[in-house]
């Protein structure tokens, strides 16, 4: 069965920077889009990034120039640099549903348990 594993979680300074990964294994990476989905304290889901099986990738504007998502073999990686106490909220990988990145949150199928991340000094 598909399994998505989150890492890289923790504490960082404003400014800082973290490396979240993804673990995936029960389905052909590579042949699905794969995402990044947070939910900061109190607040919604939030689609964060998305990397469509041709490589293509796209983020929220909120982080456009701060984040990177990259894939290498079967797992996601999320290069987070310049980071704000606003980027503080729980980190989910997610398995699209096609190989089109979409940053609609219906269009993951599966979910990691998440990774927490807070920017504070």
């Known amino acids: 069965q598909v399994q998505l594993v989150e890492s890289g979680g923790g504490l960082a300074q404003p400014g800082g920077s973290l490396r979240l990964s993804c673990a995936a294994s029960?389905?052909?990476?590579?042949?699905?889009?794969m995402g990044w989905i947070r939910q900061a304290p109190g607040k919604g889901l939030e689609w964060v990034s998305g990397?469509?099986?041709?490589?293509s990738t796209y983020y929220t504007d909120a982080v456009k120039g701060r984040f990177t998502i990259s894939g290498d073999g079967a797992k996601l990686y999320l290069q987070m640099d310049s980071l704000k106490p606003e980027d503080t909220a729980l980190y989910y990988c997610?398995?699209?549903?096609?190989?089109?990145?979409?940053?609609?949150?219906?269009?993951?199928?599966?979910w990691g348990q998440g990774t927490q991340v807070t920017v504070s000094s």
């Open positions: 997610g398995k699209g549903s096609s190989s089109v990145a979409a940053s609609r949150i219906p269009d993951y199928n599966y």
């Open positions: 029960g389905f052909i990476f590579g042949t699905f889009a």
């Open positions: 990397m469509s099986s041709d490589g």
